[in-house]
């Protein structure tokens, strides 16, 4: 299962007046391989496989770190990776689900359920038409949050 996606992003800060916008390339192919190309506003990559990420900045110096040692982040990019691969079995030991709509319109409302993910994501909500995710919000703990819109989805 191989899949790819045009993003715009959006980060909404309650200390900005306007949100931070950036937009890319998200690819998926299972069962763990996730990298998001950052195209604008400047050129940035990350790569998650298994259980590890690779940060890229503007001039490909990387910087690689266990998920191991990020317990949030790692419910957060699994909750992503298990969405794409379809495994709610998996979904279900990090979060509560709360799904709604049918088949051609759905939402899928993720609440993390160990404490140090609270700490910092209070919810993520996936919003899709059939098989395909259109948009991705992301609320923190403390109000901020991020919103993906997927643009166009090619498997």
Not at 21 to 37: M, N, V
Not at 67 to 75: A, F, G, I, T, V
Not at 89 to 99: I, R, S
């Amino acid at each position: 299962k191989e899949k790819s996606a045009q993003f715009t992003e959006e980060k909404f800060l309650k200390i900005l007046e306007k949100p931070l916008r950036s937009e890319g390339t998200l690819h998926f192919q299972a069962p763990d391989y996730l990298e998001k190309i950052t195209a604008k506003p400047e050129k940035e990559r990350l790569v998650v496989k298994s259980e590890l990420v690779t940060i890229f900045d503007q001039q490909d110096v990387s910087q690689t770190l266990s998920l191991d040692d990020y317990q949030p982040l790692k419910e957060l990019l699994n909750g992503i990776r298990f969405i794409l691969l379809g495994n709610l079995n998996a979904l279900k030991k990090y979060y509560e689900l709360d799904l709604k709509g049918n088949c051609n319109q759905w939402s899928l409302i993720l609440v993390p359920i160990s404490a140090p993910a609270l700490d910092i994501i209070d919810r993520i909500i996936i919003l899709g038409e059939k098989d395909n995710i259109e948009k991705i919000t992301w609320v923190d703990s403390n109000g901020d949050f991020t919103v993906m819109t997927l643009e166009k989805e090619n498997s």
